[in-house]
């Protein structure tokens, strides 16, 4: 059974910085794309980073500069640096994970971001 479980949201200043972190098992962790997403109500979800299994990293332009994405497969965690937050920012952040082998796409559960004065 696959399970990514998301960890460091929480309510931040403008300005300030968040690391959100997703750990992955059950899933061949070194041969997935891993990704984040961000939905805020009303909104569609949509992706901020993701990063191959070769380490090929995309980023929109809306956080690019920003966001930093990494992966650490030998913890099976991804992590997200997120500075210069702004309220837009404010999200449900989601991890995705996506194989390679079986290109079957799984979520976690998310992680809620808030930016706030």
């Known amino acids: 059974q696959v399970q990514l479980v998301e960890s460091g949201g929480g309510l931040v200043q403008p300005g300030g910085s968040l690391r959100l972190s997703c750990a992955g098992s059950?899933?061949?962790?070194?041969?997935?794309?891993m990704s984040w997403y961000r939905q805020a109500p009303g909104e569609q979800r949509e992706l901020v980073a993701s990063i191959t299994s070769g380490k090929r990293i995309n980023y929109p332009d809306s956080v690019k500069g920003r966001f930093t994405i990494s992966r650490d497969n030998t913890k099976n965690t991804v992590s997200l640096q997120m500075d210069s937050l702004n309220p837009e920012d404010t999200a449900v952040y989601y991890c995705?994970?996506?194989?390679?082998?079986?290109?079957?796409?799984?979520w976690g559960q998310g992680t809620q971001v808030t930016v706030s004065s």
């Open positions: 059950g899933i061949r962790f070194s041969l997935s794309t």
């Open positions: 995705n994970a996506v194989s390679d082998l079986t290109k079957r796409g799984y």
